[in-house]
């Protein structure tokens, strides 16, 4: 394991920070539990006197090391407090000020830190770091694309004697930090970038300009040249009613200013709103909550006046002690009245991307006006962006709301039939009231008897064993199968509803021994296209995807279907080879929803090969159900579904049916030295006719749909 060091101190050079995890584009880093230091003018007397003072304290200094660097768990958290002293309390890792109420409170457990020197979500309840992308200039903003899955940053050159001026909006995937896309901006020295709805504002500080782009082709579509290079624009704020606030840092004395985007001109402006400000964020009714930099202040002013220009009257919620060392703060974001925001060493200009100036975060309660920690993060150069994608579009630009206090509805008259059929809640709104859950009345109907018309008993499936992940995300379950066993809610199943959907149901334990002996024993060449072009049927067309997303893996097709599931197609192989040994299992899977089935295919995954994260997508995936029978794998083989940037570990063992929530993203690697195959079925709810397919039949995927040379088709 690759050790990061860097500490707690103002030089920020050295804090015990650990590699726990690489992927494709992203590192995770924990903190293991390191020297704890104090904060503020207290560590910089602490270095002095260190220093001075060395020879004469050296006894009681390694002690006091000793204790605090191995005092804490291996793999846990650790308390650093800056304000009060030392402290070995494994767990907390926060420089606490009251923390009681804030771990109450911090229940949004993640933040996207954007900074000088790389893009990483940070964990605040485990205290560690993804890091998503990094080694590309440096980088601001931090909204989301057209789902959760992926966040849009802007990569840019440093401001301090640039060698390019190419800037770009890069969209990265959220969980592996792989660049998905890029476009690039007419703009120079972007400072932030915000969407809303379906259009994105730049902050064109370089040219003080605002671009208004299309999202989510980013074509611009309009440019308002309101501002100097010296006023330094660098916070945008889009409102409701065609508006946008931005923060006039002006190089010293800062303003607020309201632009009207429609005619692109100046409606309001707020004066004496401090030094070199940054942040604009709308919190309640009519405050806008921002950071007097230079002061190293939190500040608020409340918008009550419509005059075209006044001056302001701030009050200062808090400010960092600067009495030995000056400090500079940037990043703002507001989540559950919580405010995040950077503190950093202040630096020149010149300095900002030193990999060496690691900053600080802090988490102030606006409710209680008072400071819950402040952390120190291995951000790589200086913090500009705080944000939360992942809860809403425009989380850099107003307060984020995730706790609604939830109303169950009027209750009920002692007596009332009613009460015999309470409603089913499938969700609230954002007001907090519920709503009902969007199943339809035939399955509703199926979930509340307790055995089929035939008598057949339902099943809910294997249990999970205790501790498991998974038992915080029980499947929900739509209706049941002929055969009894349940299958899961599709109207839950999307990225929206997430992990709350169900993540993995686990049917039951399949003997698979015949059918695992018969695919081994199959000859290689079985699995390539070239022998099934001659000796069953082949689809072609889909190479591209499977060479993306499944690099080295091979299938055998025994029933398919077009992308909507509609059309489905039975292969030779399917009653000429399989069908003995599949059908039994297919029928104590399904019982008479046979007929529902629309894919039914092997899946093979060499030692050491991977399938890369993806989302199935399309109507076999929106309306079918994704049934995995393990038939080969091996303790190295792991499956995973995941949520923004959390995934879940999927239970794989050989014989175990499961149904999959596909509609999240899922990937797989298998690390082991033997293959991995595995019986994939996709089972619409109502029964689907099925063409069967001749001997040497190709046919073709073609957007989607399905062509095969008529001819060749048997009835």
């Known amino acids: 394991m690759a050790r990061v060091s860097f500490n707690n101190n103002n030089n920020n050079n050295n804090n015990n920070y650990y590699y726990k995890k690489k992927k494709k584009g992203g590192i995770i880093l924990r903190n293991k539990g390191g020297v704890h ?41 650790f308390s650093r407090s800056f304000a009060t002293g030392w402290s070995d309390q494994p767990g907390s890792n926060t420089q606490q000020v009251d923390s009681s109420e804030g771990r109450r409170k911090l229940v949004n457990d993640r933040l996207l830190i954007v900074s000088h020197g790389r893009v990483m979500w940070y964990n605040i309840q485990q205290d560690t770091v993804d890091v998503l992308h990094e080694n590309r200039g440096i980088y601001y903003g931090g909204f989301p694309g057209e789902d959760t899955d992926t966040v849009w940053v802007v990569s840019r050159p440093h401001n301090w004697r640039p060698d390019s001026t190419a800037e770009y909006l890069l969209e990265i995937d959220a969980v592996t930090g792989e660049e998905l896309s890029e ?7 972007t400072h932030d970038v915000v969407r809303k709805g379906n259009r994105v504002y730049v902050c064109d500080t370089g040219h003080g300009d605002i671009i208004v782009l299309d999202f989510p082709s980013m074509k611009e579509r309009s440019r308002l040249k309101l501002f100097t290079l010296k006023q330094h624009v660098n916070t945008l704020s889009p409102t409701d009613d065609g508006h946008v606030w ?35 964020v709308r919190w309640k ?8 930099s230079d002061h190293g202040s939190l500040a608020r002013v409340q918008i009550v006046s419509t005059e075209e220009e006044h001056v302001a009257s701030p009050e200062i919620l808090w400010s960092v002690d600067m009495s030995e060392q000056k400090y500079y703060l940037k990043g703002l974001c507001i989540v559950d009245d919580i405010a995040y925001f950077g503190i950093a060493i202040s630096q020149e200009r010149k300095s900002r991307a030193d990999e060496s100036l690691n900053c600080e975060l802090a988490a102030f309660d606006l409710n209680t006006k008072s400071l819950l920690w402040r952390r120190v993060l291995p951000t790589k150069g200086l913090l500009n962006v705080v944000s939360a994608p992942h809860l809403d579009i425009e989380s850099t630009a107003k307060a984020v709301m995730t706790r609604v206090e939830k109303n169950q509805g009027l209750e009920l008259p002692p007596g009332d039939p009613l009460l015999a059929y309470p409603p089913q809640i499938g969700g609230y709104w954002d007001s907090g009231h519920p709503r009902l859950d969007h199943l339809d009345i035939e399955s509703t109907a199926k979930a509340v008897m307790t055995t089929h018309e035939h008598g057949v008993e339902k099943n809910q499936g294997l249990e999970l064993p205790p501790g498991d992940p998974l038992l915080a995300y029980p499947p929900q379950i739509g209706g049941y199968w002929d055969s009894g066993h349940p299958r899961l809610d599709n109207s839950l199943k999307n990225r929206k509803t997430g992990f709350a959907g169900g993540v993995q149901m686990l049917l039951y334990k399949e003997d698979v021994s015949k059918l ?25 067309g889909r190479e591209g995807n499977l060479n993306q997303f499944k690099p080295g893996t091979s299938a055998i097709h025994l029933i398919f279907s077009d992308r909507q599931g509609e059309d489905v197609f ?15 299992i297919l029928h104590r899977l399904l019982g008479n929803d046979v007929q529902n089935i629309i894919r039914v295919q092997f899946a093979k995954m060499p030692a050491h090969s991977e399938i890369k994260p993806h989302v199935d997508s399309g109507g076999y995936s929106e309306k079918g159900h994704r049934i995995h029978v393990v038939i080969a794998s091996n303790p190295d083989v792991t499956f995973k579904v995941c949520e923004q940037s959390s995934c879940l570990k999927l239970h794989t063992e050989e014989g175990i049916v499961f149904e999959l929530n596909n509609r999240l993203k899922h990937f797989v690697k298998n690390d082991g030295d033997e293959m991995r195959i595995h ?3 996709d089972v619409s709810e109502h029964p689907q006719e099925r063409t069967k397919l001749s001997k040497g039949q190709v046919c073709h995927y073609n957007h989607g749909k399905i062509v095969c040379p008529p001819q060749t088709v048997v009835a």
């Open 37 to 77: 230091s104090a904060s503020g003018g207290q560590r910089g007397s602490l270095i002095k006197h260190a220093v001075i003072f060395g020879s004469l304290f050296c006894g009681l200094c390694l002690l006091i090391v000793g204790v605090n660097r191995f005092h804490g768990e291996p793999e846990g958290n």
């Open 183 to 189: 476009v690039q901006i007419q703009s120079k020295f």
């Open 246 to 280: 931005a923060m006039l840092h002006n190089l010293g004395k800062s303003a607020m200013v309201k632009v009207d985007v429609r005619n692109g001109k100046v409606v309001q402006r707020i004066k004496n709103v401090g030094l070199r400000a940054h942040g604009v």
């Open 285 to 292: 009714d009519d405050y806008m909550i921002y950071l007097d």
């Open 516 to 540: 695992k002996q018969a695919l081994l024993q199959l000859p290689e060449d079985w699995w390539s296209p070239e022998v099934q072009k001659k000796e069953n049927a082949f689809l072609e």
């Open 570 to 584: 039975e292969f030779p192989w399917y009653s000429e080879k399989f069908s003995t040994l599949v059908e039994p």
């Open 679 to 681: 019986m994939v079925v």
